[in-house]
């Protein structure tokens, strides 16, 4: 019986001292235990100026045309005017969308509220980001005009009010750098992951990694419901002249 008692009285010592005794194991580990090297991150050529596409971007509107987009009401060819390097809402020629489709993505894109100042709130420079044609990053004048916090610029619609407003003022150009990760549906349409959404605003981070509750709606609660993987963005006409440019996308 003392044989059995101390055999187990070592076993527990040995027992408690083991946390420690894997630290002092760890700290005799050589720097190379702790290090790999493959995979090896590809090159990437980062634009040359602020805000220009990288070699692996690609481009959906550099100024030139709307070849990359089409209406989305029919498919028709996007209706709205393009000059001086930028796109211009053509109001109620309706929403336009890319023929290419999309899922996880880095989205960059700006765009300029009107000059002259109409209206106030929703009713003033109002246009909008829609990834995957249903969660939105709204586009707005906000600059000096109220609207409920989560329908300013750069809110996630009726979801999530930006951190801070960092609007510049009518007819300056704003940049969006959104990071999207797309919901996940397991075969029987069940939500598994929410959609994620990073936003920086003009070089400011104002939605931080948001979970969102579901597709946007202007009325109600938003509920998931099972989609592709991979679809077109949307670029909306509120029948307000806001203007985009410099919009390209990298697949995460």
């Known amino acids: 019986m003392k044989t059995y008692m101390k055999s187990l009285g ?20 050589p720097p190379e235990a702790t290090e790999f090297w493959e995979p090896v991150p590809r090159k990437v050529d980062p634009g040359k100026q602020n805000h220009e596409a990288p070699s692996d971007a690609i481009v959906i509107f550099d100024g030139k045309n709307l070849d990359s987009f089409v209406s989305n009401r029919d498919g028709a060819p996007a209706a709205w ?16 969308k890319t023929k290419e489709a999309f899922g996880d993505m880095q989205l960059h894109i700006e765009w300029a509220s009107p000059t002259v100042i109409k209206g106030e709130g929703q009713g ?53 750098d959104i990071f ?44 998931y419901k099972a989609h592709d993987e991979e679809l077109p963005f949307v670029l909306q006409d509120h029948g307000d002249l806001v203007s985009f440019r410099n919009i390209w996308v990298r697949r995460l």
Not at 187 to 215: C, F, R, W, Y
């Open 124 to 176: 003033r420079g109002n246009s909008g980001v829609l990834i995957m044609g249903m969660y939105e990053v709204q586009v707005l004048d906000s600059y000096e005009s109220r609207t409920y916090s989560n329908g300013q610029a750069a809110s996630i619609y009726k979801q999530y009010p930006p951190l801070v407003n960092a609007t510049k003022a009518p007819g300056e150009w704003n940049t969006y």
């Open 180 to 223: 999207f990760t797309a919901p996940r549906f397991n075969k029987d349409g069940m939500l598994i992951s929410p959609a994620k959404v990073t936003v920086i605003h003009n070089g400011i981070l104002v939605q931080n990694a948001v979970e969102l509750k579901g597709p946007t709606e202007y009325i109600g609660i938003p509920n």
């Open 10 to 29: 070592v076993m527990l010592a040995l027992c408690s001292a083991s946390p420690l005794m894997a630290q002092q194991k760890d700290i005799k580990l």
């Open 81 to 96: 005017k393009v000059e001086n390097n930028a796109m211009t809402v053509n109001p109620k020629s309706g929403d336009i």
